[in-house]
Each structure stands twice: as structure tokens, then as C-alpha cells.
């Protein structure tokens, strides 16, 4: 995994995109629990399910289908109304960007194993070619140490620092589109 903030904050700066009316505290709130929920499988591994197995940690719940079937029940539990609407759509693919950019996030740090980004019809594990953010380490209590500082640094600028600049830029472009046109 990448940190969970670095997951987290994916998720807010992607939520950005959208308009005032939909980005509410709910939006994004459900967008960060999908960017994060695909690690819930490290509980695995307590229960002797192995790193490279299809429920294993980076296995199915990595994967782009696990992604959109996400997007499609937190849309229809949580917008039930909307659901069959552009804005129903607008949301899945929301909801499917932020767990999918978990594991993106993922296929791009220094180790564990890769992301088995097309499980279950290919379960083969995948990096990126481009691996800049250093392995977060599993577990809490490994976090608090010089390898989290060194987590928290790389993730800083690959991703924090990326996602800012997403999020003033979306700013930008709402802000020109809501002034006003000039006549002249
Ligand atoms: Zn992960």
C-alpha cells in the first residue's frame, strides 16, 4: 500500500471535479473509504491467506472490476435516487476512479508484490514502470519510524503535491466559469 493519506487525499482532490451541488461532505467521505477500503485485505493474513493468493493482499479487491462493482453499490446504496440519472453514471465512475486509484497508487511503490489490476480473468500482478513512492509498511505501529518518515516524504511530493495542484487548478477553471461574461 501507499499510506492511507496518501489514498485519502486522492480521493478529496478527485472529488473536486465535481459541481458545488454534488460535492458534498458525503462525496467525498464515501470517495476516501473506497480509495482505502481495497487494504481491508491485509485482514487475510490473519487468516493464513497468503500475499499472492486471489483474496490475498493486492489480489481481487485491487482490481479494476472489484473497482467498478464498488462504484455501482455505493451508488445505488447511498444515491439510491439518482442511481439511473447522468449524475448515478457521473457518481459509479467516481466512485470507481477512487478505488482504482488505490491501486495505481499502489503499482507505482518501490515493494511487496503487484497489483492484480485484472483479477479474476487474469490473475497476474502488475507495477507500473514508474515506481517513485517508497512501500508504506503494514501495520500501525511499524508507521511511527524512520520508514514512514521516508513513506510520508515520497508520498509528499508524488502525491500530495500533484493533487494540490489538481484541486487549484479545478478551482481555477469553476471560478472563470461562474464569473460573469463580459460584453465588450
Ligand atoms: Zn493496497
Known amino acids: 500500500m ?3 493519506f496518501a489514498h485519502g487525499f486522492t480521493a478529496y482532490a478527485l472529488g473536486k471535479s465535481f459541481s458545488k451541488e454534488l460535492y458534498t461532505k458525503k462525496l467525498w ?34 482490481s479494476l472490476l472489484f ?7 455505493i451508488t445505488l446504496i447511498f444515491y439510491r435516487k439518482k442511481a439511473f440519472t447522468k449524475t448515478g453514471v ?5 466512485f470507481f476512479i477512487c478505488t482504482a486509484s488505490h491501486g495505481i497508487l499502489d503499482a507505482m511503490t518501490t515493494g511487496g508484490l503487484g497489483i492484480a489490476f485484472f483479477s479474476p480473468f487474469n490473475d497476474l500482478r502488475y507495477f507500473l514502470p514508474w515506481r517513485p513512492i517508497q512501500v508504506s509498511p503494514i501495520g500501525a505501529s511499524k508507521f511511527f519510524s524512520i520508514w514512514g518518515i521516508k ?17 487549484l487548478a479545478v478551482n481555477y477553471v469553476k471560478k472563470r466559469k461562474n464569473q460573469p461574461q463580459k460584453n465588450d
Open 2 to 4: 501507499a499510506s492511507i
Open 67 to 73: 473497482a467498478l462493482l464498488l462504484g455501482i453499490l
Open 29 to 62: 467521505i464515501l470517495g476516501i473509504l473506497c480509495s482505502v477500503l481495497p487494504d481491508a485485505d491485509v485482514i487475510g493474513f490473519k487468516f493464513g491467506i497468503a500475499y499472492e493468493d486471489f483474496w490475498g493482499h493486492r489480489g481481487f479487491s485491487h
Open 151 to 167: 513513506v510520508l516524504l515520497s508520498e509528499l511530493i508524488w502525491v500530495a503535491i500533484p493533487a494540490s495542484i489538481y484541486i
Open 90 to 94: 457521473a457518481l459509479v465512475l467516481y
